[in-house]
């Protein structure tokens, strides 16, 4: 009886660690794969496909950065790259890709705490 018990476990155990393995393979990013520049004007809530990191940008002065939170709740954020906004962001663009500084921490009002740097593109959770 032990020895079965022992042995269900053991099945519970892997089936668990498989089942998070996946959850977090298929739910979390791992990076942004399209980075579009778009004046303000320009930059509209449809362009916010999950995998898009939207810019917005007039003339030389960077503005916002928008995206789906790529925890894959589905939530649309806004992060101000503007220095006379408190919090905001450092945007470092190199080869057109995006690296953002700091962290960014999802965690607002109803905010689903999803909390990952973005480093020339890709999502390094925390
Ligand atoms: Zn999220």
């Known amino acids: 009886m032990n ?19 996946e959850i977090k393979h ?4 791992g990076a942004f794969d399209k980075v579009i520049v778009r004046s303000t004007r320009e930059a509209t809530d449809d362009l916010l496909e999950m995998g898009t990191l ?9 503005k916002w950065a928008r995206f789906q939170c790529p925890c ?5 954020q806004v992060i101000s790259l503007q220095s006379n906004h408190n919090p905001h962001w450092s945007i470092y663009e ?3 890709t995006i690296t953002l500084q700091p962290s960014v921490h999802v965690n607002g009002q109803g905010g689903c705490g999803a ?4 480093r020339n593109n890709k999502i390094d959770w925390v």
């Open 115 to 118: 909390h990952f740097f973005v």
């Open 94 to 96: 190199r080869n057109g």
């Open 54 to 62: 939207l810019i917005v940008k007039d003339g030389t002065f960077y």
């Open 26 to 29: 298929t739910k979390h990013l």
């Open 72 to 76: 894959g709740c589905g939530q649309k």
């Open 3 to 21: 020895l079965l018990r022992a042995f269900t476990h053991f099945l519970q155990s892997i089936y668990r660690r498989l089942f998070k393995a």
